[in-house]
């Protein structure tokens, strides 16, 4: 309701009875809506905010209008609870009776609606906890029903619905029933034990509830929170009348109505927000159709989750409380407004609560009705298709809406490929790559953590090491080491080709094996391992450059890119080259037998195990000789002819096949050596031919190792030379990366001053705001002030200041937000003790003005401080003017100088030490006895 419109008349409808829990079976009732002004709170005060809301009585809240041209018109609600009301009057008046619904089978909702920051937490938590108790109250003293009650908790952030109870399994879906309505796809549910346990239960879910810190709320909820008790009950022993039932109380914190603007939002804040409001926006939409009456048409309850899961509770079978939570600040007088519109159109809202029973009693409720069942079942099919319908109709809109939206996301992403595409493959290869410092220099806390001014600053200092630190760390001298790195790999893998080449050389030329052809491609080979060697010792030569400067770096391994290729070619030769001396030698597995002899001495000396290159065909990772190809050769080996007659006479040989032992005759009968010579002779021709194809066959398959082996070196080669591609790249993005860097830092070092002089500017701001909003003794201050200027060796007296102030800052808002179960009278009295505390010490410095100021001192001082002439307390008007504006370091400097004359401490700290502020980092809880702030002054016996 805005200004100007007439007050809520009074509903016809009867409005929630308030009576014992639950009350009587309601057919229709209006929600139960109340409105609770907060105080101003301490951040409204520092900035000196008027209170622009007026209580004028318990149902009448009336905007102050500054201007007095004309009375605005009040606004009336169920009740209006003002800013001294505590919450359990709140709950017994605005929540209570609908609470207790549930104990007698009826669905009840209670949920506080408000702008951010206005206490919708701080009541819903004092609403659960009075509820919680009267509900287990409720249970002692019925001892004729049994109760079981379960427990469920949702969150709904960012239009995704998570289990505050298990929030691992993710995003919960919801769920049409036809019954029940909107329901959520099993959500954990915990069987109550007692109110212990659902205390402890609640606890878990704030723990887990998305929190933020905006400008207007350090702990402002995120998300909305739903707490569900399912209670049933029944009877223990049949009497025969209805037996049980079931119902559901939700207890809902909504995330606060917000302005971007005024909270300052942005990045994940932002997103918040926009869905934040975008859900209450639906909320007040569907409020507002309902308040219209029956006739107003489709109720848009799909177009958010939210109102999905409060379905029921807004027009449907529920019992329902609304509290409207506002700031009384005068800043705050729209959103206040758009509230108060909020609760006068909820007050409309109609809702048809009913008992829900059980099944068992329903059917004997049923024999009892005088209406014919089937009537009602015509009827009730009738609803059901028209739900049906409605719920077809919402689906169709939604699927055009998320046609829409989905069309609207490809045009961006089409735009957003166009975008990309103009960068070019390198720079997509650059982003790619990750460098070990790159995510070291976004601070943590920019995803997630708020951040304070104080935190800013910190960051931006930790951002600066950062950037230091990642030019350093990730030097472009480490990536020139990898590089290198792989130039070694690769000058080890030519070495290797280049010695398995020199073996299958050396072993086909010592046994002339093969034709002229196969010599011939053997010293192809030859001059091609020589032609490797060169281009490796191209690269070897520049590998020896000291490699400081890095763009000599890169531009050396543009050139050598050519090298690469080059390499890669020959090794293609030589795997051509292998081809063809296979070919050869199956070939020569055609050469006449009758040749054989007279080679048949020079072949006997095959003998791969005695090459002088064996030794490093065995060390090489991918030797021919790899362990596969060991067992190969020892068959190979064992392959000795099996006849006797042919074991070679020669010592060498024996010596070499000294594993194979010595065969029998067929007579069984062991020859010696010697017995067997004239055998050798006989069957010579065989026996050559014999050992022939063995060692044919044993350098072919030498051969085919060898070339399996250089077409591994070749894929070796190619993925190095893929990587050194990358690690250009890489070299290419950190040197752009760092010549920024490098700029960024030059204009850093130049612009402000060094780290300590940064933190401690920004300290002391914040050590003066705590101080203020502390009601801190402005003696301790002005001391303070004046003693610390940013020395050094100030840096812990700071941070134990520091510490302090947050402590007792934190402390005083925990009193605040303590429900009034747990305040008691103590906690309130210490915030009001340190105002009082300051109240006297404004007292006593202002009987010190005309001691210790001149009669001329005195008068530029009230001019400069805006005291009128004549006016009455002078001197208390000017104390009670200092230190009072914190945002304002003239204020604050100003003061200080003059506190300073009035106690008698001098700027240069004469009469005081440093020393005298205790660096103590405990807690001031944790002493036996918290003096407040006035200590200081008794120290200095004032
Ligand atoms: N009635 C009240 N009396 C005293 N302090 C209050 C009252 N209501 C709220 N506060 C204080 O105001 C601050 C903000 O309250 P709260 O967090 O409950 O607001 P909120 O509406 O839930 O905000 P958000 O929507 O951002 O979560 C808290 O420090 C709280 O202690």
Redesign the pocket.
């Known amino acids: 309701m805005m200004p100007g419109t007439p007050a809520t008349p009074s509903t016809k409808v009867r409005r929630t009875p308030c009576s014992t829990p639950g009350g009587s079976k309601v057919s229709e009732e209006k929600i139960l809506v109340t409105v609770?002004?907060?105080?101003l709170?301490r951040r409204e005060q520092a900035l000196y905010d008027l209170i622009a809301w007026d209580c004028l009585d318990e149902h009448t809240i009336v905007f102050k209008n500054p201007n007095h041209e004309r009375p605005s018109n009040p606004y009336t609600f169920d009740k209006v609870f003002g800013?001294m009301?505590s919450?359990q009057k709140v709950y017994e008046e605005g929540a209570k009776d609908v609470a207790l619904s549930a104990l007698t089978g009826m669905n009840a909702t209670i949920f506080?609606y408000?702008?951010?920051?206005?206490?919708?937490?701080?009541?819903?938590?004092g609403i659960t906890e009075n509820a919680v108790r009267d509900i287990f109250e409720h249970i002692k003293n019925t001892p004729e029903r049994e109760f079981v009650l379960k427990f469920s908790a949702l969150e709904i952030y960012n239009e995704t619905v998570v289990d505050l109870l298990k929030r691992k399994s993710g995003s919960l879906r919801l769920l049409d029933d036809s019954e029940k309505g909107t329901i959520v796809d099993k959500p954990q549910e915990e069987i109550v034990q007692n109110g212990e346990h659902l205390r402890h239960l609640i606890g878990i879910c704030e723990a887990q509830r998305q929190?933020g810190e905006?400008s207007?709320?350090?702990?402002?909820?995120?998300s909305h929170q739903i707490i569900r008790l399912t209670i049933e009950s029944s009877l223990r022993e049949s009497s025969g009348s209805m037996k049980a039932f079931g119902a559901s109380l939700n207890l809902v914190?909504?995330?606060?109505?917000?302005r971007a603007s005024q909270t300052n939002a942005d990045g994940t804040r932002l997103k918040e927000g926009s869905h934040i409001n975008r859900s209450l926006l639906t909320l007040t939409t569907v409020i507002r159709k309902l308040s219209g009456g029956k006739r107003s048409g489709h109720i848009p309850y799909r177009d958010s989750k939210l109102t999905r899961l409060l379905q029921s509770s807004l027009g449907g079978n529920a019992r329902t409380a609304i509290i409207c939570?506002i700031s009384p600040a005068l800043s705050h007088v729209e959103q206040t407004r758009n509230t108060l519109s909020f609760a006068t159109s909820a007050k409309e809202v109609t809702n048809s609560a009913k008992i829900n029973m059980k099944e068992v009693a329903r059917l004997e409720a049923e024999l009892r009705s005088p209406k014919p069942s089937y009537l009602r079942s015509i009827l009730e099919e009738k609803d059901l298709k028209i739900q049906q319908m409605e719920r077809e109709m919402e689906e169709l809109k939604r699927e055009r809406d998320l046609a829409q939206s989905l069309l609207e996301s490809e045009r961006k992403a089409k735009k957003v490929q166009k975008g990309s595409e103009q960068c070019g493959p390198s720079g997509q290869v650059a982003r790619c790559l990750s460098f070990p410092g790159e995510n070291e220099i976004v601070p943590s806390h920019s995803r997630d953590t708020p951040v304070t001014p104080r935190s800013r600053t910190r960051g931006a200092n930790r951002r600066k090491a950062m950037v230091r630190r990642s030019v350093t760390s990730t030097d472009p001298s480490m990536l020139v080491n990898e590089i290198r790195k792989l130039e070694q790999r690769q000058k080890q893998l030519g070495d290797e080709a280049n010695r398995a080449l020199e073996v299958l050389h050396k072993e086909v030329a010592s046994h002339q094996l093969g034709n002229k052809e196969t010599a011939e491609t053997i010293a192809k080979l030859l001059s091609e391992i020589k032609e490797i060697q060169a281009v490796r010792s191209i690269s070897e030569e520049s590998v020896t450059g000291d490699g400081a400067n890095l763009k000599d770096e890169i531009s050396r391994w543009q050139t050598q890119a050519e090298d690469i290729k080059s390499l890669e070619r020959k090794l293609e030769n030589v795997q051509k080259s292998i081809d063809q001396l296979v070919i050869s030698f199956s070939n020569s597995e055609e050469i006449p037998e009758c040749k054989a002899p007279s080679k048949k001495k020079k072949i006997l000396p095959f003998n791969l195990s005695n090459s002088p290159n064996m030794q490093h065909l065995i060390r090489s990772p991918c030797s021919p000789l790899n362990p596969s190809r060991r067992v190969m050769e020892y068959e190979t080996e064992n392959k000795v002819p099996e006849n006797n007659d042919a074991m070679p006479s020669d010592e060498t040989v024996a010596g070499r096949y000294k594993v194979t032992p010595p065969k029998s005759d067929e007579n069984g009968t062991r020859k010696s050596s010697k017995e067997g010579s004239p055998g050798v002779q006989h069957s010579n021709t065989v026996n050559v031919k014999k050992m022939e194809r063995m060692f044919k066959n044993a350098a072919e398959e030498n051969i085919r190792s060898i070339k399996s082996y250089v077409t591994e070196l070749k894929e070796r080669v190619t993925k190095l030379s893929y990587q050194k591609h990358l690690l250009l790249c890489q070299v290419i993005a950190l040197e752009k990366d760092q010549d920024a860097v490098i700029d960024e830092m030059d204009n850093i070092d130049e612009s402000l001053p060094g780290t300590w002089e940064l933190t401690f500017e920004e300290d002391r701001k914040e050590i003066i705001m705590l101080w203020h909003l502390c009601h801190v003794s402005i003696i301790h201050r002005t001391q303070f002030y004046l003693l610390f200027k940013g020395e050094p060796s100030d840096q812990i007296y700071m941070e134990v200041e520091l510490r302090r102030l947050q402590w007792l800052e934190q402390h005083f808002?925990d009193l605040?937000?303590a429900s009034p179960a747990l305040l008691g009278d103590e906690p309130a009295g210490s915030v009001a003790a340190s105002i009082k505390a300051l109240k006297q010490e404004r007292e006593y410095l202002a009987k010190r003005v005309s001691s210790k100021l001149t009669a001329d001192e005195r008068e530029i001082l009230y001019a400069k401080w805006e005291i009128p002439p004549g006016g009455k307390q002078r001197r208390l008007q000017l104390v009670n003017k200092l230190w009072t504006d914190p945002h304002n370091m003239q204020n604050v400097q100003e003061s200080a100088e003059i506190v300073a004359k009035l106690v008698g401490f001098c700027e240069s700290g004469e009469h005081i030490s440093k020393e005298m502020f205790e660096l103590n980092f405990a807690h001031p809880s944790d002493k036996k006895t918290w003096m407040g702030w006035n200590l200081i002054s008794n120290l200095l016996n004032l």
């Open positions: 609770r002004l907060r105080p709170n800013p009301c919450t506080a408000g702008q951010t920051s206005s206490g919708k937490t701080f009541t819903m938590r929190v905006t207007l709320n350090d702990k402002s909820s995120r914190d909504l995330a606060g109505s917000e939570t808002s605040g937000n």
